[in-house]
């Protein structure tokens, strides 16, 4: 069994493809570059989580079935002017997450014609 097989074998056993897809050019970078076995390694892993982490994405979204998908970077502040873009930039940063405080929106139901936040411990 070649190196190659042996690696494709391994890749598919850790259900890796990414890593797998990846190794050839790598491997190359990594001798041209002069990597040391820990650098290479670090690059191949940092490959396949990031793809895991992709396609999780992709597939919590799928699988919640939303009608549409919607950014805020697609929000039109111009039609909605009782938000402010600054409040929802900063929210964007989900750096309440990181303090663990709770974000409450009120208003009415429907287009949100009147929406106000405050941001509570």
């Not at 097989?5 to 001798?31: G, M, Q, V, Y």
């Not at 939303?66 to 989900?94: C, I, M, N, W, Y």
Request: aromatic share 8%; net charge positive.
């Amino acid at each position: 069994m070649t190196k190659t097989s042996e690696l494709a074998h391994l890749f598919r056993a850790l259900k890796a493809p990414a890593a797998a897809r990846a190794l050839p050019k790598l491997a190359e970078r990594a001798r041209e570059e002069q990597w040391g076995y820990e650098r290479f390694a670090e690059a191949l892993l940092s490959t396949e989580v990031a793809s895991r982490e992709s396609h999780g994405d992709e597939s919590r979204i799928k699988a919640a079935r939303f009608p549409a998908r919607k950014t805020l970077e697609e929000f039109d502040f111009t039609f909605q002017r009782s938000v402010k873009r600054q409040v929802v930039d900063h929210l964007g940063q989900l750096d309440f997450l990181h303090a663990r405080e709770n974000v409450v929106l009120l208003g009415p139901p429907g287009l949100g014609s009147h929406c106000t936040s405050s941001i509570t411990r």
